[in-house]
């Protein structure tokens, strides 16, 4: 009778825990899906996020380029139809003094930012330098000369630049007596079209 009630109460002991514990793995079960469920859902998000700011950090990039390259553009065709309304002031006028110079270019340096100063550079034979510098001398400038000194067939003295004060040091120096001026101005005169230079240093800025 005893073993018999002893195993009534194993049973019952096990039916009241059976449930109990298959409730509670139920219960783990479930709560570590929904941990796995939120783990991924935050990771999903992180990188949504991340790709998103990605994003945008490129599109942001690529307009700043944009708006810089556009307003080189822009810049660059002021400059070369500011030049161009030189050359036709030049071809419609049997001379240009230096103040008529100074007064049609001052207005192009006022609305133009990036411009140090705008020039005009005469090429001068061999056979006219000496005429060519007296003509200075007497506008003036006493102390004039076409430098560095040196023998050549043509010479591009700088002759006329606004404005002046600021530049006076480039006055009367021969473009043609460096390799990168001399082949961009050759290059302009024959073929009327505008040349351009790698970067040099100004002679106004070195004091040579």
Excluded: C
């Amino acid at each position: 009778m005893t073993a018999k009630m002893s195993a009534l109460t194993h049973e019952i002991e096990l039916l009241k825990s059976g449930p109990k514990d298959r409730y509670s793995w139920s219960y783990l079960l479930i709560i570590g899906i929904v941990f796995l469920v939120l783990v991924t859902l935050t990771v999903t998000a992180a990188l949504v996020v991340r790709s998103d700011a990605s994003h945008h950090s490129q599109s942001e990039l690529e307009n700043v380029v944009e708006i810089t390259v556009d307003s080189i553009k822009t810049d660059l065709q002021q400059s070369v139809s500011q030049l161009r309304a030189i050359q036709g002031f030049f071809h419609a006028s049997q001379f240009v003094s230096r103040e008529e110079f100074d007064l049609f270019v001052t207005p192009f340096l006022e609305e133009t930012g990036g411009i140090q100063a705008m020039e005009w550079i005469p090429r001068v034979r061999a056979s006219e330098k000496v005429q060519f510098i007296q003509s200075v001398h007497e506008e003036g400038f006493e102390e004039f000369d076409i430098r560095p000194d040196s023998q050549s067939k043509d010479y591009f003295p700088i002759t006329y630049l606004a404005p002046f004060t600021d530049n006076a040091a480039a006055l009367g120096f021969d473009l043609a007596s460096e390799e990168v001026r001399g082949a961009a101005l050759l290059t302009a005169w024959e073929s009327g079209e505008i040349s351009l230079t790698e970067p040099i240093t100004l002679v106004q800025e070195s004091g040579n």
